[in-house]
């Protein structure tokens, strides 16, 4: 069983590409979001992993500051 949740915001930092023993590809980042609470910004920092196909195309384009969704 998985969660899928859906951000918007932007990446802490270039994508990390590695592999499984069995080959498959992994890619993790950070995901920066920002809300106002009380006239202050807050910044929550959420960690990203994407599987497969989708962790070799955020591996090749996703970058440091990348507006990500």
């Known amino acids: ?6 951000i918007i915001g932007h990446a802490g930092a ?3 590409m590695r592999y499984t ?9 950070s ?3 920002n809300r106002k609470v009380k006239d202050q910004d807050r910044t929550t920092w959420h960690r990203v992993t994407c599987w497969r196909k989708l962790a ?6 996703v970058k ?3 507006r990500v969704l």
């Open 1 to 6: 069983m998985y969660q899928q949740i859906t």
């Open 14 to 16: 270039d994508a990390e």
């Open 21 to 29: 023993p069995d080959g498959t590809p992994v890619t993790s980042f």
């Open 31 to 33: 995901v920066a979001t």
């Open 56 to 61: 070799e195309i955020t591996g090749e384009h």
């Open 64 to 66: 440091r500051g990348d």
